[in-house]
């Protein structure tokens, strides 16, 4: 399985790299950071050198969200297994960025954003990224709790945009990060 | 004609257009059943054949050792010659085995496909049963609109297409499988369609509203394909999501798919990181090498 998680922009890629060394003891030498091509020709030059277990940079991104982290199976054996919402979640909390990442549906737009509070809940993108790599948002299908400022659009029929036809909730990973009592942000699903 | 005769009227032809679909389902199904039956036979061949093989090729090595050791040099270049002939041999059956199963998993998707189509018609059989059973029983005053209660109930059709299905857009071209290089984000699961599947005439077929609805699983039916949908303030979109010629890649063989056409089709030329990549595993290039002939054939209509 490989996944992306792209921060926004300006998030320090080595700040990642740290964050993912000091709270999983991710080897820095296994996070490479630079462009793929950049990366191919290294693996090229050095034919004993492991493909990393993650790539800060790879391929160009650019918009509201542009800092790219792409990684793989070994990243999530080496983070304990945790879920990508999860992992995005950590290193949100860690640089106090937003990100994104897959929603796991058809719909090229839509993708599930992290926020620093530990929150994470589905936003669309105001343009198909699958053709163009400009990460800017549109709209939220929730409300943000951290940013009540997003626009909030009740789309349709979203039971099709799944395979199993489970529309994934809002919320929080972890469940220190929920807000307690009646003061919970409308933001859950 | 009051408006719930003519509803029932028109119910009744959407009845009867089940019934079509319905034996045409059945129809597709026995033959899916006898392709499946020769798909069977020719694996159980190429077993067979394969095994033969195996056999020969450890008599010619027995062969070789002994007219090696009994310096007969001319049969031993026969023998040699004979075993590149059964090596070559069992390279074309590996690919004809491949090309056996990769049939056996399309077989298998469009079965799949008439499972689901079949439960569709049954269920829209149903409803236009209740639909034609109700109206029937509704009063006919109320005017020309047929009474607020036919109103009310002609709403809840089960195939009642949502009223913004004329403005849905097409599906976007990376859905085309020769497209697949141009994308730029991987992690998400992708549906592709074959060359020979036509997703603007499959579109333009539910903007005219020759689609079935289905409002449990929120898409639509078409041709044996399904569409999810994404409609806001005008900026509208289908999704193909499965069925007859649709095929879901995963981000591995997403990954190898971009290496092979990158390299032409040649795996001897694959890109470099592409080969190094450990999200791509060795299945993943070989459904790609196959994917990668499909995307050779006509755009349009070349169904192989």
Redesign the interface.
């Known amino acids: 399985?490989?996944?992306?998680i792209i921060f926004e922009r300006g998030t320090s890629a080595t700040a990642l790299r740290d964050a993912m060394a000091e709270r999983f003891a991710v080897p820095s030498e296994s996070v490479f950071i630079g462009t793929?091509d950049e990366?191919?020709r290294l693996?090229?030059d050095r034919k004993d050198m492991p493909?990393p277990m993650a790539v800060i940079g790879g391929?160009p991104r650019s918009g509201e969200f542009s800092c790219s982290l792409t990684g793989?199976?070994?990243l999530i054996e080496a983070v304990g297994g945790l879920s990508v919402v999860a992992l995005a979640t950590v290193l949100s909390k860690s640089t106090g960025a937003r990100a994104l990442?897959?929603?796991?549906?058809?719909?090229?737009?839509?993708f599930t954003m992290v926020t620093p509070d530990g929150w994470h809940g589905r936003v669309?993108l105001a343009d198909?990224?699958?053709?163009?790599?400009v990460f800017n948002l549109d709209?939220a299908l929730q409300p943000v709790p951290s940013d009540p400022s997003i626009p909030v659009?009740e789309?349709?029929?979203?039971?099709?945009?799944y395979?199993d036809?489970e529309v994934p909730e809002a919320g929080y990973a972890f469940p220190e990060d929920e807000p307690e009592g009646p003061s919970a942000p409308d933001g859950r699903e | 004609m009051s408006v719930v005769e003519d509803s029932i009227s028109q119910l009744r032809a959407v009845r009867d257009s089940i019934d079509g679909g319905r034996t045409q389902v059945s129809s597709a199904s026995e033959e899916l059943e006898r392709h499946q039956g020769a798909i069977d036979q020719a694996s159980r061949a190429i077993e067979e054949v394969s095994n033969s093989t195996a056999t020969a090729a450890d008599g010619l090595e027995q062969l070789a050792s002994a007219t090696r050791a009994l310096n007969y040099d001319s049969t031993a270049a026969s023998v040699e010659n004979a075993k590149e002939r059964v090596s070559n041999a069992t390279a074309h059956l590996l690919a004809a085995r491949q090309h056996v199963e990769q049939a056996a998993s399309e077989i298998g998707l469009v079965r799949r496909t008439l499972g689901e189509t079949s439960g569709t018609l049954d269920q829209s059989d149903t409803a236009v049963e209740e639909a034609i059973s109700r109206l029937s029983s509704l009063p006919l005053s109320g005017g020309a609109s047929g009474g607020s209660g036919a109103r009310e109930f002609l709403s809840e059709l089960r195939f009642k297409l949502?009223r913004?299905h004329m403005r849905l857009g097409n599906p976007?071209s990376?859905h085309r499988l020769r497209k697949v290089a141009?994308?730029?984000?991987?992690?998400?699961?992708n549906?592709v369609a074959l060359p020979y599947i036509d997703l603007v005439k499959d579109a333009e077929a539910i903007r005219s509203g020759k689609a079935l609805w289905n409002k449990k699983?929120?898409?639509y039916h078409v041709n044996g394909r399904?569409?999810?949908?994404?409609?806001?303030d005008g900026k509208t979109?289908l999704?193909?999501?499965a069925g007859d010629g649709l095929i879901p890649l995963t981000?591995?063989e997403y990954?190898a798919l971009q290496g092979m056409m990158l390299a032409g089709g040649d795996r001897a030329k694959r890109?470099?990181?592409f080969l190094?990549?450990?999200?791509i595993g060795g299945g993943d290039w070989d459904r790609a090498a196959v994917l990668y002939e499909l995307t050779r054939g006509d755009e349009e209509g070349d169904r192989p």
């Open positions: 399985m490989i996944f992306e793929t990366l191919e693996l090229l493909y391929e793989h199976d070994q990442l897959g929603d796991g549906g058809y719909v090229s737009e839509c669309m198909d990224v699958l053709d163009e790599p709209y659009v789309e349709a029929h979203q039971k099709g945009w395979p036809g | 949502p913004n976007h990376r141009k994308s730029k984000y991987v992690d998400k699961e549906t699983t929120e898409r399904q569409y999810a949908a994404k409609d806001k979109r999704y193909p999501v981000s591995g990954k890109p470099e990181h190094r990549n450990l999200s």
